[in-house]
């Protein structure tokens, strides 16, 4: 399992992912603390690769979501917060 990054709004951090034939688990939490405990936050990830799509990820205050992202295949993935709360991100690799 890869450390666990909090980003606030509008950074971003890269992960590595397994190669073909294995999958890799990108996961995001939304950070709470006292101050942003009723808003959801927005943040995207995309693989580094020439004309990939954002995959944009939405998540209510608290909330917890597991994304495949098996298809970058062994490439780079950025996770950027879009929001403006922080978020805590991490995969299994």
């Given at each position: 399992m890869s450390d666990q990054y909090k980003l606030n709004g509008g950074q971003q951090h890269v992960f590595s992912t397994r190669p073909v034939g294995l999958s890799t688990y990108l996961t995001i939490e939304s950070y709470i603390d006292d101050n942003n405990h009723s808003n959801?936050?927005?943040s995207l990830w995309h693989i580094e690769l020439c004309c990939q799509h954002d995959h944009n990820v939405s998540l209510d205050p608290g909330a917890t979501t597991k994304i495949d992202v098996s298809e970058a295949k062994g490439a780079l993935i950025t996770v950027r917060n879009e929001g403006s709360w922080p978020i805590l991100?991490?995969?299994d690799y």
């Open positions: 959801p936050t927005e991100v991490w995969t």
